[in-house]
């Protein structure tokens, strides 16, 4: 790179463009005239030079952008960034809203947001307070102008939303911190008197009156934040395609509810774009939602809780442009996610296409005194050949949560233990979707309100719960939003092959399921019951394999016992041809990107026997007591 300019390949093969006679020249010197048209072609089809441009809490926004003459904040670059060009932020705390004006032509000319390599970048919601007085032992009190919070004051505003559950109480956007950790917003001035680390504000025409109980802090002497902008990064127009956010620790938002018939703002959000991707980031402390891939506010927001008024929001989105050429096609990777209020990563419509891997989520929806129906780790609408895969979700109110329109999606090789409520709930989905080599270890691991579902080489160590739906749901053309039509869920029509069940009730609860159930090659452990159905199967009913997660610093170990294996049970490949086609849709159970499904390696992407495929989401792990590192990978 120099003066702001990087080239891109190997320079000892790329040529120089000679100035003052416009010839292209070799590095050798030699003039080439005749190559200047081909060259032209190549830079248009494979752009090697983009603009840089540096950030620096030592800057000034009137710089020029430079290594050595950056700009202060990143909104200020976002300002001038054009399709193709890279902001690289270095170390220090940036309080700002980025609001990026436009995003990148495509994946080639993407706008990239960066934190410098090795340099700890932190962009946060919040401002530092001071001047809190003591008001009684414990008890502080701060005053601040509601001018303070120029066009949004997130202690005015309070968190409502289609399916929120408000438990009868006032739940506001803002937040306080001491050193870092959030208080809990009590309703009166009496609660957060006898309750410590706890907050309470009032508002009246001129200002924001904050208490908060800080024990035995003495809030000016320790670092106190107070939440004051609903989101860290997010557009505020739609249609911003192909940004990357890469390696920044993001913080503090005063986020809204999320619902799927609303705007969707997250602490980091893509606002009905297409092509961006989140990667390597540390996102926490979202009063809401940590990531969103949602939609817009112009098909709708809120006021449409009811399955026809959502159905009507899908038809709007159709009429403005939600297709894979407009929307989705994200890539959201190897994030750490903790501490939301209601969801690690959601998105209703916009996740389509998507890629949701490798992501760390936990402290989801925890001790919250609010509830409703948008909170998981993932909670995604409209799952449209969206693959899930490899992600580490783990104490949070339920674990992955599909919710309508799951048609083509991949769910492979997760991690979920101790959720509170399941570690995959599926509801009003028609098929056909894939859950393979995942190890669900909560105490429900599968809540199923759906239907044309194959489940191949899991493990599942909690409970497995059904329940048809009357309500009128769409479904898809192959690989497409355009919908082929409503129905309900009569319940079956699912795949189990090859699962390793422990405990519960097992596959029994689909003896009486209406729909046609495909069910062979799995095992039953520590008093699970097999499908009534099923031909090949092995059943340890006192078999216990007594397993447990053991989190060390650096690695996550599953500890088990698994028994001897049967010899007389022989086991199927799992390929798009075993499986068929799911009923209401008519269609193939296919890889997210269309091609033919076959599953061929394991949970650790080893490959499986083709002829006997072991059971479970190991290939060949051994018998006996077993440690395996099941994190990271």
């Known amino acids: 790179m120099e003066n702001g300019i990087i080239s891109g390949g190997r320079s000892d093969v790329l040529p120089e463009i000679d100035k003052n006679d416009h010839h292209v020249t070799l590095n050798k010197g030699v003039k080439m005239r005749a190559f200047l048209p081909v060259m032209l072609v190549v830079l248009l089809v494979n752009p090697v030079w983009a603009k840089e441009y540096h950030v620096s809490v030592q800057g000034r926004d009137a710089n020029a952008g430079s290594a050595s003459d950056p700009l202060k904040t990143i909104s200020a670059a976002a300002q001038v960034a054009q ?4 902001i690289i932020v270095h170390q220090g705390t940036y309080r700002e809203r980025i609001n990026p004006p436009r995003g990148g032509n495509s994946d080639r000319t993407r706008i990239t947001y960066r934190a410098a390599e090795g340099e700890k970048v932190v962009i946060k919601g919040s401002d530092v307070i001071s001047g809190w007085k003591e008001i009684r032992k414990g008890l502080w009190k701060v005053t601040l102008p509601n001018t303070y919070f120029d066009q949004y004051n997130p202690y005015q505003d309070v968190i409502t939303g289609d399916w929120f559950n408000a438990r009868g109480r006032v739940h506001h956007t803002g937040e306080v911190y001491l050193n870092g950790d959030a208080l809990f917003e009590e309703v ?9 680390m706890a907050w309470y504000c009032e508002s009246d025409d001129k200002n924001t009156y904050l208490w908060a109980n800080f024990q035995a802090s003495n809030p000016n002497k320790e670092l106190v934040e107070i939440n004051v902008r609903p989101a860290c990064f997010y557009p505020e127009k739609p249609g911003c ?5 890469r390696g920044f620790i993001m913080r503090h938002a005063a986020t809204q509810w999320a619902a799927p ?16 991707i989140i990667e390597d980031n540390v996102i926490s402390d979202s009063k809401c939602v940590g990531i969103t891939l949602g939609k817009d506010r112009a098909t709708g927001h809120n006021k449409a809780q009811s399955a ?13 442009g939600w297709s894979k050429r ?40 925890i001790n919250k005194p609010f509830s409703g129906a948008e909170m998981a780790g993932i909670k995604l609408h409209a799952a449209i050949d969206t693959l899930i895969s490899n992600n580490y979700i783990h104490h949070t109110c339920r674990g992955i949560w599909l919710d309508w329109m799951t048609q083509g999606t991949r769910v492979s090789a997760n991690l979920c233990h101790n959720n509170v409520g399941e570690d995959l ?16 270890l909560s105490g429900t691991a599968v809540h199923d309100w759906s239907q044309g579902g194959s489940f191949s080489h899991n493990l599942l160590a909690g409970n497995i719960r059904r329940r048809p739906q009357g309500r009128q749901t769409p479904y898809h053309k192959e690989h497409s939003t355009e919908i082929a039509g409503l129905s309900n869920i009569s319940g079956g029509d699912n795949r189990f092959y090859n699962n390793i069940f422990v405990g519960g009730p097992g596959l029994q609860i689909y003896n009486e399921a209406k729909l046609a159930m495909q069910v062979d090659g799995n095992v039953y452990l520590n008093g699970a019951v097999s499908y009534q159905g099923e031909t090949s199967s092995v059943k340890l009913p006192k078999f216990n394999p007594d397993m447990k997660i053991v989190e060390e610093e650096d690695a996550v170990y599953l500890k088990l016992t698994l028994p001897q294996a049967d010899k007389d049970q022989r086991n199927q490949l799992v390929t798009t041809e075993l499986l068929g086609k799911a009923r209401i849709p008519n269609l193939p159970y296919m890889n997210p990107d269309g091609t033919q499904l076959k599953i061929d390696s394991d949970y650790f992407d080893q490959k499986r026997n083709g002829q006997d495929p072991s059971p479970g989401p190991f290939e060949n792990p051994g018998t006996g007591k077993l440690t395996l590192k099941v994190w990271p990978k």
């Open 241 to 245: 395609n192909f940004i990357t956010v």
């Open 261 to 276: 018939t609303a705007e969707q703002i997250a602490l980091i959000g893509t606002h009905w774009s297409k092509g961006w």
């Open 425 to 440: 709930f599926l509801e009003v989905n028609h098929g056909p979707y894939v859950i393979d080599n995942n190890i669900f």
């Open 308 to 320: 026809d008024g959502y159905n009507k929001v899908v038809r709007r989105a159709l009429e403005n």
């Open 83 to 86: 399709p193709g060009d890279m």
């Open 326 to 365: 407009k929307i989705g096609s994200h890539v959201v990777r190897n994030n750490t996610i903790y501490n939301c209020g209601a969801a690690g990563i959601c998105g209703s419509m916009g996740g389509v296409f998507s890629q949701v891997t490798g992501n760390h989520i936990y402290n989801i929806h």
């Open 188 to 196: 009166s001035l009496d609660k957060v008197t006898k309750k410590k």
